[in-house]
């Protein structure tokens, strides 16, 4: 990137309020090697305008992984590249570091002016949401921090261990689900699956590698490699980079080759040759 670029830098209003000083950090180190044009949006509505509104100017969001992933469904049309400084604890940017953005305000920063932009496969589903990195259907709940199971919920464990018998896995939920990897069928609501997960795979090719997670002990995971998933079957959600989504009946997911690009370190041989 060179210093005549122009960048659009958004600021995520959850990044304002829990990391100021990373993000005037961040500012300055933008501001002192591009032209920088710095937006404060206040809502979802007016960081969606900005990014419609941005022209010529590259992107670079201040924020953590919610808010890339509502820039990555604005741009994803589009194909325009993408560059993340991460703000936010570090429970709430793992799809970011996954992706290879570096920690801290001033690495992040030095790497949208020097960096490269890779191109990324990505999953569409049909209501246009985004898969960046894993889906997991159906959802597992995720229990809050320092909650732990109510009196309530003990007692009617214990009652349905006294009317019934118990499961052969405790604690292992099953799940009766329809899934179709490019049309081929892996798995149907006669056959109960523990979960079905997919994610982008890492080979530009435009397809994802889909694992379906049979009930039984013995039973081994089946996988796919393929352009399209289809999941249906009994009202189920499911959880794709950390958000849950749900309850729906049928969820279709199509990769999209190079459907998103973000800025990413060089590797050794581009930075010698640059």
Avoid: N
């Avoid at 210093?3 to 000083?21: F, K, M, N, T, Y």
């Avoid at 992933?69 to 570091?97: C, F, K, N, Q, T």
């Amino acid at each position: 990137m060179s210093d005549h670029d122009q960048l659009l830098v958004i600021v995520d209003p959850v990044a304002r309020r829990s990391d100021g000083e990373s993000v005037r950090i961040a500012k300055d180190v933008l501001s002192a090697g591009a032209e920088a044009k710095i937006c404060l949006p206040d809502s979802p509505e007016e960081f969606s305008r900005a990014l419609s509104r941005r022209g010529s100017r590259r992107p670079v969001v201040l924020g953590d992984d919610r808010a890339l992933l509502r820039a990555v469904a604005l741009l994803h049309r589009d194909r325009a590249p993408l560059s993340l400084v991460p703000i936010g604890p570090p429970d709430a940017l793992e799809v970011a570091h996954g992706f290879g953005v570096p920690r801290g305000a001033v690495a992040a920063a030095r790497t949208v002016l020097d960096g490269a932009v890779r191109s990324l496969d990505l999953l569409v589903d049909d209501s246009d949401g985004v898969v960046l990195g894993e889906l997991r259907v159906p959802a597992v709940p995720v229990p809050a921090a320092g909650t732990a199971p109510s009196v309530w919920g003990t007692c009617r464990s214990l009652v349905r261990t006294l009317v019934r018998p118990a499961p052969p896995f405790p604690g292992v939920l099953v799940h009766r689900l329809r899934v179709e990897a490019d049309g081929v069928l892996l798995a149907d609501v006669d056959a109960p699956v523990t979960a079905v997960t997919a994610r982008p795979a890492d080979t530009g090719h435009g397809t994802a590698e889909v694992t379906v997670h049979p009930s039984g002990p013995a039973a081994a995971p089946r996988r796919a490699v393929a352009g399209s998933l289809t999941v249906s079957g009994p009202d189920f959600r499911y959880r794709a980079d950390g958000r849950t989504t749900g309850p729906v009946r049928r969820r279709t997911w199509t990769v999209r080759a190079d459907g998103w690009g973000l800025t990413l370190p060089r590797e050794p041989q581009d930075a010698a040759g640059s």
